[in-house]
């Protein structure tokens, strides 16, 4: 009698929890399990599951036109799509008890599979080096008109369109690849034009140093991410888990570009001395051409290496945030007891100000970033509880943010930057609350993780929301002072 392949037993014991009628969004939720583990497969690119999604739909569409229930189609569906490699099958070994045992492609054909990834990479990566040298190009096309960078006189401009310079590049890097549908493609480039005609209309520039001219550079990229996002994922927006797959490739990106950063800044640095010992001046060249294109083509780069080098930085990610998740939760905590203990209150200085809402915006980068990185399976654990200290106690610092902005305001006045900090002090409260509330019932066993990262996933449209209110309206409201 032949012994029953992983595969039956996995689907055996689903359809005996299964409903006999699930809905669509159960459908919803047995897709998202399925991605969630091709996901943390070394051996599988987010671009190739994305592929691999729209095979698998493809498939339960056909087989329902057929006659078949939502669950009957998925499991058929994801029998046919064959037996993973063995990456899969030692996840098998761990998890006996679920259903996701053998699912991408036979061995039959993995040495055709592996030739066909090889081109495939070397396609992605002559794309990527093609849209950094454009990017390098258009940031040198002001210089035409007399817009050289680094000049005094073109750094309000410069400012203002850098993010022209490098998103709208790394958004048809996505485009190209996954592909965008055509009338995604259309909307968002409308996007990207239409913005740039905007802030460059402002006539902020007779009146240079305004402080709604330097509100408007700092949250333009932030409400323009948005966009890219929906490129990245596709045109497919719907589906908790990728905004959150973009929101760990942002954090992802993020950690590239300073390393990128790091790099270059030394590179440029020795270049020019090295230069220097025999008398020649490189120092222009350097500032003329080397940084401003570096600047914008290392956005593209750190892109394509986040996308190319998945599997480094799926080790990376959860290191760097059980470092310094503690570490800063243990700075809040110092900070909290000190001001207790010395009766201090937080100063109202501008700059004070400035530098707790980046505080602030980091330890929010950090949980969010760490959110997305962790198994959403997983039970809850030591590493949540740090988490949910590190949540609570930003919540504090908020408070106390908040309160001196509100003296400053009080004794000097509404400016467009105290208000820009109020708001996204406020904006950054609300989310701290909910997320201290949610994570506290999750690692009392009251919620799943879910329900924290459907709360964060949703919290990108109020931060975009947010930001492109500072960036095309207050201009209006304060008068382009």
Known sequence: MDTPSPFQNG????????????????????????????????????????????????????????????????????????????????????????????????????????????????????????????????????ALFGMSFGDNNSEAFYQINMSFFILPFIAAYFALDRPLPKSAMIWLATVFVLSAVIVNAFPFYPTRGAHTHFLTSLHLPIALWLGVGVAYVGGRWRGNDRRMDFVRFTGELFIYCVLIALGGGVLTGLTIQLFKAIGINVQPLAQNWIVPCGIAGAGVIAMWLVEAKQSVIENMAPVLTRIFAPLFGLMLIAFVMTMVLTGRGIGADREILIAFDLLLVVVFGLLLYSISARDFLAPPGLFDWIQLILVVTALVVDVLALWAIAARISEFGFTPNRVAALGENIVLLINLAVSAVLYARFVRGRVAFSRLCNWQTFYLYIFAAWAAVVAFIFPFVFGFE
Do not use: C, Y
């Open 11 to 142: 689907v055996e014991s689903m359809n005996e929890k299964a409903p006999q009628n699930p809905s669509t969004d159960s459908l919803e939720k047995q897709i998202d399990a399925w991605r969630a583990h091709l996901t943390k497969s070394r051996a599988i690119s987010g671009s190739d599951v994305r592929e691999l999604e729209d095979h698998l739909r493809e498939q339960i569409a056909s087989l329902g036109a057929l006659g078949l229930s939502e669950d009957e189609a998925f499991l058929v569906a994801v029998k046919r799509m064959g037996a993973i490699d063995d990456l899969t099958r030692e996840f098998a070994r761990e998890h006996s008890d679920r259903l996701w045992k053998q699912l991408v492609l036979s061995r039959e054909g993995s040495d055709r599979d592996t030739g066909s990834a090889v081109t495939n990479g070397s396609r992605k990566m002559w794309i990527a080096i093609g849209l950094a040298v454009l990017a390098g190009i258009a940031i040198k096309i002001p």
